[in-house]
Every structure is written in C-alpha cells, then in structure tokens.
C-alpha cells in the first residue's frame, strides 16, 4: 500500500483530464494558483474557519486542501470537452505533469500520519530526488502546450470570418 498511494496520486488527475478532455495546460496553471491561495491566504482561512476547534490540525490541512485543489477541480469543470479528440494523445504529456504537481503539492497538505505514509514509499523518495527537473520540465511542456494549441483566428482572418 505503501508504493500504491503516491502512484494513485500522481494517476488519478492524469486519468481525469484525459478521460474528461480538459486542456492539461489549464489545470495545471490553476494548481499552481491553488498553491499561491495556499500560501498567502491559507494561513488566514484556516484561523477563520477553525476558531476554536477542536481537531484543529486535521480542519487545517482540509481547509489548505480545499484552497489549492478547488481551482483546478472547477477549471476541469468548466473545461470539459475542450481539447479535440485528435489532440487528446498530445495532452497526456502536460497531464502527467498536472499529475506529479498535484502529488507534490497535496502530499505536505495530508494529515501527518497519511503524508508519512506516502513519503517513506520508494516511490515518492525517486519523485523527490527528481522534483526540481521534473516541475521544470513540466512547467515548459504546457507554456508549450497552451502556446501551440491557441485560437489561429486573430487580426484580419478574424473579420473576414464575421462577415
């Protein structure tokens, strides 16, 4: 189970996006938002939300969950269907690195216990030797991705198109 986790995490959004034939590019550019929320707003939404509760560190790691992953579940909501089917093959590559990012950024987010778990794994030890070339690496597949696959209709085969 130890090596199941962190395999899960980092296949689970891939499977989403493909399935769901969400622009990769998008989700990933709204997990690192989601990250952004984390970090400057995080703190802040956790004290509003938690008072004086009890399980305080468990409603912190939910809240900071909820702050980094709610961008890019409802970008995958609302871009259902936006890449074409011939593309989809194309997307897999910026979706394996929506994978990683995701894994990367909810395993630190985890309740102690289920993060320990997925961090001793093997697997998540070959991940974070590797993490800086691989965000890197991901990082320009899908500025790549988002600049290749743009709208063509711009300027004047635009208005010839309208009319």
């Not at 909810?106 to 093997?122: K, W």
């Not at 991940?127 to 004047?156: D, M, N």
């Amino acid at each position: 189970m130890n090596t199941a986790l962190p395999i899960i995490l980092l296949l689970l959004p891939v499977l989403v996006i493909v399935l769901l034939r969400v622009n990769a590019a998008f989700v990933f550019l709204a997990l690192c938002l989601g990250d952004v929320l984390v970090q400057f707003a995080g703190h802040d939404a956790v004290t509003i939300f938690t008072g004086a509760s009890l399980n305080a560190h468990v409603a912190a790691s939910t809240i900071k969950l909820a702050l980094l992953l709610l961008p890019a579940i409802l970008t995958v909501l609302f871009m259902i269907k936006t890449v074409k089917q011939k593309q989809v093959l194309f997307n897999i590559i910026p979706a394996a690195g929506v994978g990683l990012l995701t894994a990367l950024l909810v395993v630190p987010q985890l309740a102690p216990g289920l993060s320990h778990a997925i961090t001793g794994s093997s697997v998540w030890q070959q991940i974070e030797t590797y993490q800086a070339g691989l965000v890197a690496i991901s990082t320009l597949v899908c500025l790549l991705f988002l600049w290749l696959l743009r709208p063509k209709h711009v300027g004047k085969e635009a208005k010839h198109h309208k009319a």
